[in-house]
């Protein structure tokens, strides 16, 4: 189980991950579209791109950018398989549950939410 906010808190913690911050287009891009397309993209993406059992590429199926989503996967540790079991214990070698793929949208979306709001108030 995922606790978002430990998590968050969590990544906050890491250089690697707390460095990763949207850029305006990916801004503009979440403002043209819309939060609830964002959210099923990001769903999609945890679908084909991290639920597979095997993936052929593990570790370079998400860019570093391009989207929101993959920027905010990155900042999550939820971009390939071997972050999501050293971060959240979630094992390699068999296909994520729809409960673990929501959570992990879940988080996402809230490190999304997060950036925007952030934005939003400076």
């Known amino acids: ?9 969590r990544l906050k913690r890491s250089a690697f991950r707390s460095r990763f911050r949207l850029s305006a287009k990916d801004l503009q891009y979440i403002q ?11 769903k999609d993406f945890i679908c084909n791109r991290l639920s597979p059992a095997e993936i052929p590429n593990d570790g370079k199926q998400t ?6 989503v993959f920027v905010a996967q990155h900042a999550t ?15 390699k070698g068999r296909e994520l549950s729809v409960s673990e793929q929501d959570q ?6 809230a490190w999304i939410e997060k950036q925007v709001n952030d934005l939003n108030t400076q």
């Open 104 to 109: 992990i949208a879940d988080l996402i979306m």
């Open 32 to 42: 043209d579209k819309g939060i609830n397309t964002i959210r099923s993209h990001a």
């Open 63 to 68: 860019p570093m950018r391009g989207h929101p």
């Open 77 to 91: 540790a939820c971009c390939c398989r071997d972050c999501l079991y050293k971060w959240y214990r979630i094992p």
């Open 1 to 9: 189980m995922i606790d978002i906010d430990d998590s968050l808190n």
